[in-house]
C-alpha cells in the first residue's frame, strides 16, 4: 500500500519528530551560547513545547495503546507513559516561568536530556518491538499523521488567541 504521506510507517513518522525536537534543542544550546535576547529563547522553547506536547498525544492516543496490545509488554508501555508524565510536567513548568528567569534555559536543557533518555528507549527497545509485533505500521502511520496535524492546528489557533 503506498501511503498518501511522506513516511515509511509510524515509526519513520515518530522519529522524524524526535529528530526535529533533537535540532530544536541543539539551536537553544546555540542560543545560549551566543547569549541571544530572551525573546528568541522564549520563542523557540515554545516551539519545543508544543511539539513534544503533541508528539507525546499522538503517541499516547494512537500508537501506546497499539503497542501495549500487539507487543504485551505492560511495563515497557508503563515506563514510557510515566517519562510522558514527568516531561509534562518539566513543559508546564518552562511555560509558567519567565523566560528572563536565572533558571528558564537550565529547565530546557533538562527537559532536552529526559527527552534524550526517553527517545533512546524508544528507539531501542519499543519501535524495535513494535517492529517485531503482529502490528501494521505502515497503516497506522495514517492516524498518526492526521491527529497530529489536528492537533499542530488547534494549538497555533490557540496561540493566534494569545499573542
Ligand atoms: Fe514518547
Ligand atoms: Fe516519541
Redesign the pocket.
Known amino acids: 500500500m503506498t501511503l498518501p504521506i511522506a513516511y515509511e510507517d509510524a515509526v519513520d513518522l515518530l522519529d522524524a519528530d524526535h529528530k526535529a525536537v533533537k535540532k530544536m534543542f541543539i539551536d537553544y544550546n546555540a542560543l545560549c551560547d551566543d547569549e541571544a535576547a530572551v525573546q528568541a529563547k522564549r520563542e523557540l522553547a515554545e516551539k519545543i513545547c508544543q511539539a513534544l506536547t503533541v508528539h ?1 498525544q499522538i ?1 499516547e492516543e494512537i500508537f501506546y495503546p497499539k503497542v501495549r496490545e500487539a507487543v504485551g509488554d505492560d511495563a515497557l508501555v508503563d515506563e ?1 507513559e510515566e517519562e ?1 508524565a514527568e516531561a509534562k510536567a518539566m513543559i508546564a513548568l518552562i511555560q509558567e516561568m519567565d523566560a528572563g528567569d536565572d533558571a528558564y534555559d537550565a529547565t530546557v536543557k533538562q527537559l532536552g536530556e529526559a527527552i534524550d533518555h ?1 527517545v533512546l528507549e ?1 528507539r531501542e527497545q519499543m519501535f524495535l518491538q513494535a517492529r517485531y509485533a503482529p502490528l501494521d505500521l505502515k497503516t497506522l502511520a495514517v492516524p498518526l499523521f492526521n491527529r497530529k496535524n489536528q492537533l499542530k492546528k488547534a494549538a497555533q489557533a490557540r496561540r493566534k488567541e494569545t499573542t
Do not use: G, I, S
Open positions: 507525546a503517541e514510557a510522558h526517553h524508544e
